[in-house]
């Protein structure tokens, strides 16, 4: 099966969070699997400082925007240690900028022009070098055109009709909405922009057109594709969702261990597994307590947080949190993001504060995110809402037990320590329900009690360190998926 990924981030060239991961992750994982991927994603000049060795191509194509004809060159790399080919679509007027999507708390105001150029380009690489295409496998706003086109355009080399697409939903909450004129942007006709497709609330959607046009849609947990279909976690868009539950999967993101394993990170202090983890993270935590000025007291739990500094992360309940521990000398606290400035200013505040329990990196880095999952005790998401959540597994493999809220991808990874649990062996984290503050504090009480009991500690570590959340399971499923999205234009793998 011919599969061509269309996605604006991939690691090791581009990431922001979750989907960068997945989408240079999966493809590997499905070759086993009989699949033959090929990734597009936009030249972005993160790609181009990544490292990655990246040709010229020599093909040129021109795309007209707006009555204007805007040129872009296709540039060929590989996603490391495979066959799987990477095309990046070279646009320096869009793509050569400090960030991906946004600058200083804002959007760059031109996103629907660039994401319009980005997803023409895909059907450039379409006809030009991938015409045996068979799925176009498009992954959230940012290719949500995608499939649009497909069903709308007439192709030059290709048969467009014979070409399925599969959309994933890495987080409904950020659609791409854009006022009515950018249609114009579009190429499409007028007609399309209506209240049953591209329209919403007066507003381009490049989220809600993929919904209605996509053949299949996927999200990244059984959990989270049915939470999207209600009005809690639809984002407005549960009823379009509703409309397509037939359609709608939810396949839980796997966890690329070939990355992020402690017995051969090469980031963190000293290797470890699940034979011998109590020296190799007492080592870590010692490092990181002193790459981030804190006092090295070796029994003093540590809690570690990585991720987007977001409302979505639950950092409305941590924050009264920090200050309740800090006085009682409870726990040390190791906090890596960026994100919404008033978190910044937050975190910055009380780093100030409570100089000997808190060590915040306002930054993006992945080595010290590395090293705050080895060193860390324990692992805090208490999200309002997580569509899978990847951090929460690779602190299972690094045996720092998750706190979390039981929602989405969290729900379907995180097993609560309760008496029952612990006694069966089930037990790999601590989690609550409600999105409260208490809730949350009495998850984290709970967590230091058991703390305090080196044996049960051990056991629920070592339950997390040894379970097996790689894409082995996932791209079985997405294997699947794909036989699926062929039936539904009437195609038999
Ligand atoms: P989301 O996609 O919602 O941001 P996920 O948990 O699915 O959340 O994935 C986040 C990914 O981004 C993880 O690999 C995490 O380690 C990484 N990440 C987030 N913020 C940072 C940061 N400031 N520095 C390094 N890595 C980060």
């Not at 659609?175 to 499409?188: S, Y």
């Not at 808190?358 to 860390?376: I, K, M, T, Y």
Request: aromatic share 10%.
């Amino acid at each position: 099966m011919n599969i061509l990924f269309a996605t604006a981030e991939a690691v090791p060239f581009c990431k922001t969070g979750g989907l960068g991961d997945v989408c240079g992750s999966l493809p590997v994982a499905l070759v086993p699997h009989g699949i033959r991927p090929t990734l597009v994603i936009p030249g972005f000049r993160q790609a181009h400082k990544s490292g990655q060795p990246i040709e010229p191509t020599g093909i040129e194509f021109e795309i007209p925007i707006a009555g204007r004809s805007v040129v872009g060159l296709l540039s060929k790399s590989y996603l490391p240690d495979s066959d799987v080919p990477v095309y990046l679509v070279e646009q320096p007027d869009y793509f050569d900028r400090p960030e991906l999507y946004r600058e200083d708390g804002a959007d760059y105001n031109d996103n629907c022009e660039r994401f319009v150029f980005f997803n023409r380009a895909v059907l450039e690489v379409i006809e030009r070098v991938a015409p045996d295409t068979q799925i176009v496998h498009a992954h959230d706003w940012t290719s949500g055109l995608l499939p649009v086109y497909l069903k709308t355009l007439a192709g030059r080399n290709v048969d467009y009709a014979q070409i399925a697409s599969l959309f994933t939903i890495h987080n409904l909450a950020y659609q791409g909405t854009f006022w009515h004129w950018d249609m114009e942007l579009t190429g499409l006709d007028w007609k399309y922009f209506n209240w049953q497709q591209m329209e919403f609330y007066g507003q381009l959607n490049f989220m809600k057109s993929a919904l209605v046009f996509a053949d299949a849609l996927s999200t990244v947990s059984p959990t989270y594709a049915k939470e999207i279909q209600h009005e809690e976690h639809g984002c407005g868009l549960e009823g379009v969702l509703q409309d397509r539950s037939d359609d709608l999967f939810g396949v839980l993101n796997g966890c690329d261990y070939s990355v992020w394993t402690p017995e051969t990170d090469p980031h963190i202090a000293r290797p470890y597994s699940s034979d011998d983890f109590v020296a190799g993270k007492a080592e870590c935590k010692r490092a990181l307590q002193q790459e981030l000025g804190l006092p090295a007291i070796p029994d003093l739990p540590m809690i570690s947080i990585v991720g987007r500094l977001a409302d979505q992360k639950g950092f409305d309940l941590i924050a009264p949190l920090i200050p309740q521990f800090a006085e009682r000398g409870a726990v040390q606290w190791a906090i890596l993001g960026t994100g919404d400035p008033k978190y910044h200013k937050l975190l910055a505040d009380l780093a100030e504060r409570y100089p000997d329990q808190l060590g915040v990196r306002l930054e993006f880095s992945n080595p010290l995110a590395h090293r705050l999952e080895a060193g860390g005790d324990l692992f805090l998401m208490p999200s309002r809402y997580e569509p899978c959540g990847l951090n929460q597994m690779y602190s299972l493999r690094y045996g720092t037990v998750p706190i979390v809220r039981a929602t989405g991808g969290l729900a379907d990874t995180i097993t609560d320590a309760t008496d029952h649990s612990l006694s069966v062996g089930t037990a790999n984290g601590f989690s609550f329900v409600d999105y409260t503050t208490d809730a949350l504090a009495g998850s984290i009480e709970r967590a230091l009690s058991l703390y305090r009991s080196p044996d049960a500690w051990r056991r629920l570590i070592r339950t997390g360190m040894n379970q097996d959340w790689s894409w082995r399971t996932s791209a079985d499923q997405y294997t699947q998926v794909y036989g699926e999205t062929l039936n539904r234009i009437g195609m038999v793998v």
